[in-house]
């Protein structure tokens, strides 16, 4: 069946402007999550749907960042006024439910100019 | 705050041999995984062991888990040269049941 698919695959833009990634879980997941990942680096946790409850955000690193999530499906992360620390893949992932392994996208790679 | 942390940070072995790669986090789990990421691509879930189990099997991968140490060890054993990959631990700490802490991985390469 399909995976998660991101999309762009690949954003270059220029520092300050506005971009929105999109996520499409795998259809029936109820939890949906957003990573940022950094040259080298592990995942950092950006921000988790779980069906109708309200999101955790508690790792969005500013009020540039939000994110939403349709219907229950599809999610779109937005990043506002873009800065070059911004810069790095942004991973979505999609589960059964909390405490179930997470399925990932292949991600978008964000370079701000 | 909790984090895992992968050892070796890289690992080159060649195609045949058992490659062992360690973690170690900080505060009590209620489970840990083991993610493998080829380059350029996303996570792939390879196997979840839960706080009360000690080793757990999956083809050629074996994980262990101390809790009394906080570590957890992967093991892929008769390595292909297709294993080469970041392999990354993700921990869930007790009381946050999705908020994964992830380390930053080992390289592991396998050298045909």
């Known amino acids: 069946g399909a995976g998660v698919s991101q999309s762009p695959s690949n954003k270059v833009t220029e520092k300050g402007k506005d971009v929105e990634l999109r996520c499409d879980p795998i259809s029936g997941h109820t939890a949906l999550y957003w990573y940022r990942q950094s040259l080298g680096q592990g995942l950092e946790f950006l921000i988790y749907f779980q069906g109708n409850s309200a999101p955790d955000k508690s790792g969005l690193p500013s009020d540039r960042f939000s994110a939403e999530r349709t219907g229950g499906s599809v999610s779109t992360l937005t990043i506002q006024r873009t800065q070059q620390e911004d810069s790095a893949v942004y991973l979505c992932?999609?589960?059964?439910?909390?405490?179930?392994?997470?399925?990932f996208g292949d991600g978008t790679r964000l370079s701000i100019l | 705050s909790q984090q895992g942390e992968e050892d070796p940070q890289a690992l080159s072995i060649q195609e045949g041999e058992n490659a062992t790669m360690n973690c170690s986090y900080k505060?009590?789990?209620?489970?840990l995984q083991w993610y493998r990421q080829n380059s350029g691509r996303g996570l792939v879930h390879l196997i979840l062991?839960?706080?009360?189990?000690r080793e757990k099997h999956s083809g050629r991968l074996r994980v262990t888990l101390d809790t009394s140490k906080k570590s957890s060890s992967l093991l892929i054993t008769a390595s292909r040269a297709a294993d080469t990959a970041s392999y990354f631990c993700a921990t869930d700490a007790r009381g946050s049941n999705y908020k994964l802490t992830f380390g930053k991985g080992t390289l592991l390469t396998v050298n045909p």
């Open positions: 992932a999609s589960s059964e439910g909390f405490n179930q392994p997470q399925h």
């Open positions: 505060t009590s789990i209620n489970n």
């Open positions: 062991i839960r706080s009360n189990e």
